[in-house]
C-alpha cells in the first residue's frame, strides 16, 4: 500500500494547512499529516556532520520525520509564500534533510510541492520552483507536481471553487499513484 506523508512549513493554521488537510481528508492510502509549528525543529548548525555519517548530530523532532520520510511512498510539501520564498519553518526543515543528501536515500522518492500565497499564481510558481530547486535537484526527488494558490486572508481558498477544483485534482493524482 501507498504510503503519502504531507508536511506543512505554514507557522499558523491558515489557507496551507487548510490545503494540505483538504488532500489528507481525501487520500484513500495510508497518509500522515505533520504540522512542522507543533514540531521542535532547530536550526542547521552546518557542522557537515551528516556529510561523512547519514545522521543529525541534533537530538529533536526532526529524527522522527526523517525516519516517517523514508518511509513515505509520496511526500506533498505545503508552505506559504513570504516575500518570495518558502516559509522560515520550512527552511530549517529543508536544511535539515542534509544526512539524506550523500546516501541518495530519497532518490526517486516521488514529491509534490504546494505554494500559497497573495500575489498571483504565475510569480508564486516562480517562487517556488527557484526556492525549492536545490532541495528536489540534490536529494534526486522525483518532482511530480508543483501547485500554487492565490490566498492571503484565512478563508480565501475555502471560499474559491478554483481553489477547491485544483485540491481536488491533487488529491486524484496522489491516489491515482
Known amino acids: 500500500m501507498t504510503k503519502i506523508l504531507l508536511i506543512s512549513g505554514s507557522p499558523r493554521k491558515g489557507n496551507t494547512d487548510f490545503v494540505l488537510s483538504k488532500i489528507f481528508d481525501g487520500i484513500k492510502n495510508e497518509k500522515e499529516l505533520i504540522f512542522l509549528k507543533d514540531k521542535n525543529i532547530q536550526h542547521c548548525t552546518g557542522c557537515l556532520s551528516c556529510h561523512d555519517k547519514p545522521e543529525c548530530v541534533i537530538d529533536d523532532d526532526m529524527t522522527q520525520i526523517r525516519a516517517k520520510i523514508l518511509g513515505s511512498d509520496i511526500i506533498v510539501i505545503g508552505t506559504p509564500n513570504y516575500f518570495g520564498n518558502i516559509s ?35 510569480a508564486s510558481q516562480k517562487y517556488l520552483d527557484h526556492t525549492t530547486h536545490g532541495f528536489v535537484k540534490y536529494l534526486k526527488l522525483n518532482l511530480i507536481g508543483s501547485y500554487c494558490f492565490k490566498a492571503l486572508n484565512p478563508n480565501d481558498i475555502k471560499q474559491n471553487p478554483e481553489s477547491i477544483l485544483k485540491i481536488d485534482e491533487i488529491t486524484r493524482k496522489i491516489n491515482s499513484l
Open 88 to 122: 522560515g519553518l520550512l527552511k530549517d526543515f529543508v536544511d535539515r534533510t542534509h544526512p539524506f543528501y550523500k546516501t541518495e536515500a530519497l532518490k526517486d522518492k516521488k514529491v509534490i510541492l504546494i505554494m500559497v500565497g497573495g500575489g498571483e499564481i504565475e
